[in-house]
């Protein structure tokens, strides 16, 4: 009844690196395939279950790392593990939701891929959610901005934080369907599409909490949002949304319902 997360990040690595052994060994004949941990080359901080990626270091050892291995083997194919990294000194690390989507950026932006593509269960970036909108249909392109903010709040096909890789060295970014292959899919990119509607899509976040902070003590004294977000940001609370009022009187915050206890209790000794 004990598992620090160190330990829960090493443990959690093994499927990663077990699958993509066997399909690098099940392709090699016909592809050349060849299996890559990602672990000699993805950097991170010792974040354990979310880890940061350093990316300084990342890319210099990614491009290093692949360079050798095309220079000894030309045609190969790579077959990389998602979702793992290590940190400096070698603790295997895992870098969160979507980690396998997140390292197929990270990659591709490291050694200046043409195309980053990502293989889901759904046809692209749909505008809506299916199951509530069954009239959602999937949108065919996409800019990155619009991108994140859709997954940002709540659309579950891709995580934020995959796209950022890819802005950083404007490489595009497409979503295609294992199970569908033939469908064009999402291209997510620089260019923005003028396609005559309001709006790109609409999505929805739950298990939200909303606090206020209000008092007359906070009007016209500078610094009392930077307490706030501060406070917050140092016991890990991530902030969703923020709304002032034009008074000063009064600050809205949203945050996920598992933080809001720690939020009101980091708030109220901040300001007691």
């Known amino acids: 009844r004990h598992c620090p997360l160190r330990a829960l990040d090493m443990t959690a690595s093994f499927g990663e690196r077990l699958s993509a052994l066997i399909v690098a060994a099940y392709l090699a004949p016909a592809a050349r395939a060849v299996f890559v941990d990602a672990r000699d080359f993805l950097v991170t901080d010792d974040q354990f279950t979310s880890a940061g990626v350093l990316f300084a270091k990342t890319n210099r050892r990614a491009r290093a790392h692949f360079a050798r291995l095309f220079r000894a083997a030309p045609r190969a194919m790579p077959v990389v593990t998602g979702f793992i990294g290590a940190t400096e000194d070698g603790q295997t690390t ?107 899509g609409i999505t929805s976040v739950g298990e939200l909490a909303l606090l206020t902070l209000r008092g007359p003590g906070m009007v016209g004294v500078p610094g009392v949002a930077g307490r706030v977000f501060g406070t917050l940001a140092s016991r890990g609370v991530n902030v969703v949304l923020i709304s002032q009022a034009s008074s000063e009187h009064t600050i809205c915050f949203g945050v996920q319902s598992a933080d809001a206890t720690r939020a009101i209790d980091a708030i109220r000794q901040a300001f007691q």
């Open 94 to 200: 895992t870098i969160g939701r979507n980690g396998s989507d997140y390292s197929a950026a990270i990659v591709g932006a490291a050694v200046g891929a043409s195309m980053i593509e990502i293989w889901t269960d759904v046809d692209g970036v749909l505008s809506a959610d299916p199951r509530v909108v069954p009239a959602a249909f999937v949108l065919p392109a996409m800019t990155y901005e619009e991108a994140m903010e859709l997954s940002y709040f709540g659309a579950k096909v891709l995580h934020s934080a995959t796209i950022a890789p890819a802005v950083a060295k404007r490489i595009p970014i497409r979503i295609k369907n294992t199970f569908n292959p033939s469908a064009p899919g999402t291209l997510i990119s620089r260019k923005a599409e003028d396609d005559g509607k309001l709006a790109k």
